[in-house]
T-cell receptor, first 108, second 118 residues
């Protein structure tokens, strides 16, 4: 079952903050976050596991609510380089399924 | 190699022809995934290989699509009798082996193969 992301798109000015949400109808063991710039491959940002373990990018933070089966990615003081499409991925038994993506545009 | 390698990078084919897309994962990565990304769309799961286990083919859209992984390394995605709606970027990703019940390993993506069916 594909996770659902919101919002679908967001436009920011440099320095502004954004939150991207990801929810699943099934129990989550882990949540992955990736960013894809136009014409490029998705690149890993962060993994959050049940029990609170996190692994990932130093400048990006995220939360994982196991009970609500939700995760949120927090982008603070956004930079132009943050522009791209953000995907959350949920994993069950090794199978990694991604949401439909959130397109983030950061303007000067 | 240093990363996941996919070939060809671009493929233009005529409707009805068969195509083969290749993925070379990172050495030692036993998990391998194929995804399809249509223009402006998300990452559509196609198939997942893990070691010697039977692959999870639940995402293959029709029986025209098949994939194999030889020797636990290189994978080939085959599309038979291509249709115009098959036009998309096909992405391959690989991961380290699982450890325990939870995996804290990220997936590494290749640059993809852009398939155009004319």
């Amino acid at each position: 079952q594909q996770p659902v992301q919101s919002p679908q798109a967001v436009i920011l000015r440099e320095g502004e903050d954004a939150v991207i949400n990801c929810s699943s109808s099934k129990a989550l063991y882990s949540v992955h976050w990736y960013r894809q710039k136009h014409g490029e491959a998705p690149v890993f940002l962060m993994i959050l596991l049940k029990g609170g373990e996190q692994k990932g990018h130093e400048k990006i933070s995220a939360s994982f609510n196991e009970k609500k089966q939700q995760s949120s990615l927090y982008l603070t003081a956004s930079q132009l380089s943050y522009s791209g499409t953000y995907f959350c991925g949920t994993e069950r038994g090794g199978k990694l399924i991604f949401g439909q993506g959130t397109e983030l545009s950061v303007k000067p | 190699g240093a990363g996941v390698s996919q070939s060809p990078s671009n493929k233009v084919t005529e409707k009805g022809k068969d195509v083969e897309l290749r993925c070379d994962p990172i050495s030692g990565h036993t998990a391998l995934y194929w995804y399809r990304q249509s223009l402006g769309q998300g990452l559509e799961f196609l198939i997942y290989f893990q070691g010697n286990s039977a692959p999870d083919k639940s995402g293959l859209p029709s029986d025209r699509f098949s994939a194999e992984r030889t020797g636990g390394s290189v994978s080939t995605l085959t599309i038979q009798r291509t249709q115009q709606e098959d036009s998309a970027v096909y992405l391959c990703a690989s991961r380290h082996p699982r450890e325990g019940r939870q995996t804290n390993t990220e997936a590494f993506f290749g640059q993809g193969t852009r398939l155009t069916v004319v």
